[in-house]
């Protein structure tokens, strides 16, 4: 079992920023990839961005440029800091690593971008 907790969320303007922090605890030797998708009301959840244990990262094109993704392997941790901030960003983002085939959600954070 992997149990993932996040921070960071809130309220901000457009062109505001925030940073979103992830700890994971329990059965977490070996972990490779953790990552960050977001959920606004209506669509599907979606990636947002991973990183692995080696440091590679992947980002979603609507976020390219505005978010980085960075990772602690000490602290079995993952950020994601939010630049230029949209309101179409306006979701539950939701921390995630698949471990031994399973995939692993936190209880998510909301974040809410005013316009």
């Known amino acids: 079992q992997v149990q993932l907790v996040e921070s960071g969320g809130g309220l901000v303007q457009a062109g505001g920023s925030l940073r979103l922090s992830c700890a994971a605890s329990g059965s977490i030797f070996s972990i490779n990839v953790m990552g960050w998708h977001r959920q606004a009301p209506g669509k599907q959840r979606e990636l947002v961005a991973d990183i692995t244990s080696s440091s590679s990262t992947r980002y979603a094109d609507s976020v390219k440029g505005r978010f980085t993704i960075s990772g602690d392997n000490a602290k079995n941790s993952v950020y994601l800091q939010m630049n230029s901030l949209k309101p179409e960003d306006t979701a539950v983002y939701y921390c995630?690593?698949?471990?031994?085939?399973?995939?692993?959600w936190g209880q998510g954070t909301q974040v809410t971008v005013s316009s």
């Open positions: 995630n690593t698949p471990h031994y085939g399973v995939n692993y």
